[in-house]
């Protein structure tokens, strides 16, 4: 690997090890769930206009909550002490150089 690959993946290694860059992350991930929830909204409800009993809609439903349930496990897991951050986290310290 190159040196600079290597202070690369360092920088972001240690970027991402930082608590405030993994809390934006949080806050990123459900803001595009919300916004993928209104969109999901609009669509559900010009479909149920168009026809109540529409394959559609229930196609739109189950794309919908599965979206949800995939960024809800997202935020779980970024806001969850995994050992894997930690291990990052404690990785990042011993190499930094305060």
Same mark, same amino acid.
């Given at each position: &690997? ?7 993946? &360092? =920088? ?23 916004? &993928? ?17 529409s394959p559609a809609k229930s196609a739109i ?5 599965? &979206?949800?349930?995939? =960024? ?5 897991? =970024? ?20």
């Open positions: &690997m190159s040196i600079v690959h290597k202070l690369a993946w &360092m =920088a972001v290694r240690k970027v991402a090890g930082n608590p405030r860059v993994q809390a934006k992350a949080i806050d990123a991930v459900r803001a595009a769930d919300r916004g &993928m929830e209104k969109v999901a909204e609009k669509t559900v409800d010009a479909v149920t206009t168009a026809t109540t009993a439903k189950k794309a919908d909550d599965t &979206m949800t349930r995939a =960024a809800d496990k997202v935020a779980e897991i =970024a806001s969850a002490k995994d050992p894997a951050r930690e291990v990052g986290r404690a990785l990042g310290k011993l190499f930094s150089d305060k």
